[in-house]
């Protein structure tokens, strides 16, 4: 419901030896069954002044002037209810034998109308801090317009808009920088010029959930590095490797965010998957199942870096697994006829790796990366693998 309240606006005029405005405005007096803007009047105190006397005169439509108010007062101001309008007003002082002093020159002011500001409706409720998403806040309602100042409240913190764009009548769009935002149950508060107010509630910022999910699908080629494996496998790249995760981190707002990583990698080597043979080639290798095939199944703790408004991402990893190999290899000595001599081995390894993630649209990510293993059973190997993975984040 609107209620039109009254705003003062005074101008600030020094009086020759007696009286000017020092410090005038307006309040809001609740003692009443509506509220009302009392206008305040102060002027500095005459030494040997007993009261006051304070005239105030109106300007009618035709701008002619007419006595509106009188009131003495033992104090240096007063307290005057007044409808919108122009009108002056000048102080005169009595000393202790009641006798007048000198008049204030009239001082001209205005009093215009003061909207009191309604909520009527908001959109969304609620901003979640693990959300991609813009900080817009639709506000609409009555007598709001682009002085009223609207934001929101808690008992802990104050979060005002960066900007207040117009939309239509009394509807505004409010937009937050995500980097001030704080969790908590907020007030939407308006203010209109002249102090009158209205509030209505309850808007949430919050997280959806305590972990950020991230499901990964990556070609991951081999590099062997010594051990066992370089000896066995000298070329420097094998190409054929598939990685799969899922990385659980912490989703909340932290200097740095921890979870964990369960993966499962498979990897060919043999000499036909490398960068020195074309796809045909690997095609064959892989036809005739030779060579060593990894089956990798890693845990591993993940340790996250977020930046850009969490646009971006560096996660280091550590942690351990275990291989299945299957080794299908062919013997030197086997000749023209023979057939694979197959054999399983289990193997356990530490990982170590780094990456580096980016946001492509939406929920959807890159991440490039690469993982050290140092396998540990046996003859001790270490192998680097490259990723590139396409990341969805749930």
Known sequence: MEQNKFLLLTIIVIFANLAYAQEPGYYIDYSGLKPRIMQKFVWDNEENAMQYDVKIQAYSEKNELFDFNKTTTLYNYIDVY??????????????????????????????ITALHPVIDQFSPNSFFLDQNKKRDLIVSGNNLSEESTIYLRSSLHDLFPVSMNFISKNMFELSFDDETLKTGSYEIYAINPGGLESVVGNFVIDYRKFFDIFFKAAYMPVIPLYGKLKDEFPDTLYTAGVFAAAEFIYSWRLAINAGI????????????????????????GLSNNNGMVFNDFD?????????????????????CGFSFINDNRISDNT??????????????????????????????????GADFDHHITGSSSGIIKPKIAFVWKF
């Open 299 to 319: 845990v591993n703790i993940s340790l996250q870096k977020r930046f850009n408004k969490r646009k971006m991402a560096v996660t280091l990893r550590f942690g």
């Open 261 to 284: 990583e369960i993966s499962y990698s498979t990897y060919l080597l043999n000499s036909f998957v490398t960068l020195d043979f074309g796809l045909s080639d690997a095609l064959f």
């Open 335 to 368: 000749g023209s006829n023979s057939t694979p001599d197959k054999s399983n081995e289990f193997d356990t390894h530490l990982n170590v790796g780094l990456s580096y993630m980016f946001l492509i649209y939406d929920n959807f990510y890159l991440d490039l």
């Open 82 to 111: 007044l409808p919108p309008g122009k009108y002056r007003y000048s102080v005169t002082a009595f000393d202790y034998l009641g006798r007048p002093g000198e008049t204030s020159e009239w001082i001209d002011f205005e009093i």
